[in-house]
T-cell receptor, first 112, second 115 residues
Framework: GDSVTQMEGPVTLSEEAFLTINCTYT??????LFWYVQYPGEGLQLLLK?????DKGSNKGFEATYRKETTSFHLEKGSVQVSDSAVYFC???????????FGAGTRLFVKA | DAMVIQNPRYQVTQFGKPVTLSCSQT?????MYWYQQKSSQAPKLLFH???????NEADTPDNFQSRRPNTSFCFLDIRSPGLGDAAMYLC??????????????FGSGTQLSVL
């Protein structure tokens, strides 16, 4: 079945450091790919998405590129802020159904 | 603002005592979902409704039931909660496009404790 694997956390960075969170997926067909973010005490919210190969999703300085050849969707940000501290979830949604499959999440701590 | 609202935010129940969690939405979305999220784990889909059509995940225990009386409301019933059912329960909605869900809108969740 479909699945998502993302790097384990926690990831601890200093403010203004470069962030990469790795995500790979297994799916039949051509899934849509997502990054969701969960701030403390809140539900998940969509950060960015990409719907086909080579698409780049971007939002709030975060970027991720849909790489079909490596089945990856790594999240990057050039300069993190303390306010980016949260849990980040990679996810996919396959055609022909309405299920979104999530990875286990990566907790990010950003120190001032 | 249109949103997904879950009540209560925290729920404490006793082992074996039935409990109901509530979710409402003002987005008028066709699909509503219930996810279970345990600490440091991925949200796990329990079931979803497409309009009135109920879709249960194969590994969702029979102890978990759901009701959707209308478009706006969806309930999660746990008939006999066990200690292992303590978790965050997340309600989400979506408006499908192209035969799939492109974006989920989540509520803030209900944290369930079982004593």
């Amino acid at each position: 079945g479909d699945s998502v694997t993302q790097m384990e956390g926690p990831v601890t960075l200093s403010e203004e450091a470069f962030l990469t969170i790795n995500c790979t997926y297994t799916a039949t067909g051509y899934p849509s790919l997502f990054w969701y973010v969960q701030y403390p005490g809140e539900g998940l919210q969509l950060l960015l998405k990409a719907t086909k190969a080579d698409d780049k999703g971007s939002n709030k300085g975060f970027e991720a590129t849909y790489r079909k050849e490596t089945t990856s969707f790594h999240l990057e940000k050039g300069s993190v802020q303390v306010s980016d501290s949260a849990v980040y979830f990679c996810a996919l949604s396959s055609p022909g159904g309405f299920k979104t499959i999530f990875g286990a999440g990566t907790r990010l701590f950003v120190k001032a | 603002d249109a949103m997904v609202i879950q009540n209560p935010r925290y729920q404490v129940t006793q082992f074996g005592k039935p409990v109901t969690l509530s979710c409402s939405q003002t987005l008028n979305h066709n699909v509503m979902y219930w996810y279970q999220q345990k600490s440091s784990q991925a949200p796990k889909l329990l079931f979803h409704y497409y309009d009135k059509d109920f879709n249960n995940e194969a590994d969702t225990p029979d102890n978990f039931q759901s009701r959707r009386p209308n478009t706006s409301f969806c309930f999660l019933d746990i008939r006999s909660p066990g200690l292992g059912d303590a978790a965050m329960y997340l309600c989400a909605t979506s408006l499908p496009s192209g035969g799939r869900s492109e974006k989920l809108f989540f509520g803030s969740g209900t944290q369930l404790s079982v004593l």
